[in-house]
């Protein structure tokens, strides 16, 4: 059962990319829509990062995960090495759950 599934899921990610080749020169977008897909990117994965940050399932994740993903950002931002980065965000939430937040 599992493999069907993931020989399902396989061809079906393989029929979604070769239908945007074949279909390339078919279809055609207006200049509005062309301009409003990269933003539309931009904010799924906004929204899906945002998510990840406060969220714990369906519960919030308490203050110490969204500090350290502060934290991350900020050092990213300021263009801190990765692993800079990482280790900030993840030694911030882990003083802040020692500490006793959640």
């Given at each position: 059962m599992l493999i069907a599934a993931i020989i399902a899921l396989g061809a079906g990610t393989y029929a979604i990319r070769l239908s945007g080749v074949l279909l390339r020169d078919r279809l055609e977008l207006s200049p509005a829509l062309q301009r409003l897909?990269?933003?539309?990117?931009?904010?799924?994965?906004?929204?899906?990062?945002?998510?990840?940050?406060?969220?714990?399932?369906?519960?919030?994740?308490g203050v110490a995960r969204p500090a350290g993903v502060a934290v991350g950002a900020l050092l990213a931002w300021r263009k801190a090495p990765f692993v800079l980065v990482v280790v900030a965000a993840a030694a911030t939430a882990a003083l802040l759950r020692l500490a006793g937040l959640p």
């Open positions: 897909l990269p933003m539309a990117a931009a904010a799924l994965l906004a929204a899906l990062a945002g998510t990840a940050a406060l969220m714990a399932g369906t519960e919030f994740a």
